[in-house]
């Protein structure tokens, strides 16, 4: 079965700090890779996704991703992170050519930036 | 337009109870799908309705059943609850149908669920 890793479970970083957040998968076929936020006490919010072509991915606030496909890995950067950035993220993957709408998701990193 | 919009927004119930969850999906969208977020981990897949059927289904037992409204709003139902049923349950809708290219979800706020 698909399975998403996130490594690094809790993060702490201060302000203007760089960020990068590992994730991998386990399927070998075609993917859709996500990347979504959750801050405190609100909804899932898309930050980027990858389809195909380039795959260095830019998201909103400043955020973006690489796709390696080699390493079945989907990184997320930021160069310099912000207070308003605390929140928790999630990888997640969508077999492209067989599993419709389904999502897995990674168990979830969460950032704390002290200002 | 409108996002997804979940209802109750918190609700405990006792073990052995039924329980039944609300979404309505974003205008546009035909596709709902629900996930379960337990404390500490990310969503799992539960299922996915389509054209008021469901047609996509994670490792989860037929005590979680689900149904889908003309207007593509959805429903899931929780039979004889258990402690381990208590998380957050998240509802997705997506256009497309679940077939061809996805292009993401738009999640609801979700629905805590405690039971004790």
């Known amino acids: 079965a698909q399975s998403v890793s996130q490594h690094n479970h809790h993060v702490i970083l201060s302000e203007a700090a760089s960020l990068e957040l590992g994730c991998n998968y386990s399927?070998?076929?075609?993917?859709?890779l996500f990347w979504y936020v959750q801050y405190p006490g609100q909804h899932l919010q898309l930050l980027l996704k990858y389809f195909s072509g380039d795959p260095l991915v830019k998201g909103i606030k400043g955020f973006e991703a690489e796709f390696i496909k080699s390493k079945f890995s989907f990184n997320l950067r930021k160069p310099s992170v912000q207070w308003s950035d605390t929140a928790e993220y999630f990888c997640?993957?969508?077999?492209?050519?067989?599993?419709?709408?389904?999502?897995?998701f990674g168990g979830g990193t969460r950032l704390m930036v002290k200002p | 337009e409108t996002g997804v919009t979940q209802s109750p927004t918190h609700l405990i119930k006792t073990r052995g109870q039924q329980v039944t969850l609300r979404c309505s999906s974003q205008?546009?969208?035909?596709?709902v799908s629900w996930y379960q977020q337990a404390l500490g981990q990310g969503p799992q897949f539960i299922f996915q309705?389509?054209?008021?059927?469901?047609?996509g289904r994670g490792n989860f037992p037929p005590r979680f059943s689900g149904l889908q409204f003309p207007n593509y709003s959805s429903e899931l139902n929780v039979n004889a609850l258990e402690l381990d049923d208590s998380a957050l349950y998240l509802c997705a809708s997506s256009p497309g149908g679940g077939t061809g290219q996805f292009y993401g979800y738009t999640f609801g706020s979700g629905t805590r669920l405690t039971v004790v």
């Open positions: 205008s546009g969208h035909n596709t």
């Open positions: 399927y070998g076929g075609t993917v859709n």
């Open positions: 997640a993957v969508n077999q492209g050519d067989n599993a419709g709408n389904m999502l897995t």
């Open positions: 309705y389509y054209r008021e059927e469901e047609n």
